[in-house]
């Protein structure tokens, strides 16, 4: 390190930031680490004036300091941190995809309440097989359906007959932020659209069905008059659990109509 970035570097550390970045600009012909350091002053004081100065650098980084990934992903992280999710996002592609590029953008937009959006992201993650830190990762997206409301939706989707968009949204959920009621609230929805082969779909590949996702199996079943289905369901409910007075009302509640 030169004597320029051991003086930014300084300033830095003793919080001396409006300094380091004033210092940045009688630097002539910076490298890849005063840019750096540049960027990580500018994060620190998360100013409107502090994201101007950025953008401003950004756009005149010549060319071979953009493909060195330490240089963007620290002006990445000043974008988040200077609050502009606009100029994050275009600047994402560029950076080195790690676990916690992905981790700070996804709490950018929990932030900036676009839920959705973390959970598109989530997958993009996997689909980029990026391995998660779990525990924060679990955090954020907790966040993002607490954000979202998600059973709610489920609900007024299943509510006004719109199946087909509660599956969607089903899934795209991430498979470990699913619980029963995720399960009873999409087959719920497919229950009040008529969609009775999604809704097996859905309900062979639950692992734990509980009694509250096989009664509602049942009625999705019913309302499509598959009641020999339905009833084979119950029987298969009743062999393999203790007895249960919501089932038996519901095999005796068909057996009587």
Request: contains cysteine.
């Amino acid at each position: 390190m030169g004597i320029y970035g051991a003086m930014m570097k300084g300033l830095i550390k003793n919080d001396m930031l409006n300094e380091a970045v004033h210092l940045f600009f009688q630097i002539p012909n910076p490298d890849e680490i005063i840019f750096v350091l540049f960027f990580h002053a500018c994060a620190r004081i998360g100013t409107e004036e502090a994201l101007s100065l950025v953008k401003k650098v950004l756009s005149n980084l010549p060319n071979s300091y953009r493909e060195k990934s330490n240089v963007p992903t620290t002006a990445f992280d000043a974008f988040i941190k200077c609050g502009d999710l606009s100029s994050t996002e275009k600047l994402f592609p560029e950076i080195k995809k790690i676990v916690t590029s992905y981790g700070n953008l996804m709490n950018a937009y929990n932030k900036n309440n676009q839920p959705e959006k973390t959970l598109d992201l989530h997958e993009q993650m996997k689909f980029d097989k990026i391995e998660p830190d779990y525990l924060i990762c679990y955090l954020l997206l907790v966040n993002a359906c607490s954000n979202i409301g998600i059973l709610s939706i489920f609900n007024s989707y299943g509510l006004n007959g719109v199946g087909i968009q509660a599956i969607e949204l089903f899934n795209q959920m991430p498979r470990e932020l699913i619980l029963e009621e995720t399960y009873v609230c999409v087959l719920n929805a497919c229950s009040h659209s008529g969609l009775t082969d999604q809704a097996r779909s859905i309900f062979s590949t639950i692992a734990n069905k509980t009694e509250k996702i096989y009664t509602t199996m049942v009625d999705c079943l019913s309302r499509s008059f598959l009641f020999d289905e339905a009833q084979k369901l119950i029987d298969h409910f009743k062999y393999y659990h203790s007895p249960s007075p919501t089932m038996l009302n519901i095999s005796n509640w068909k057996t009587s109509t």
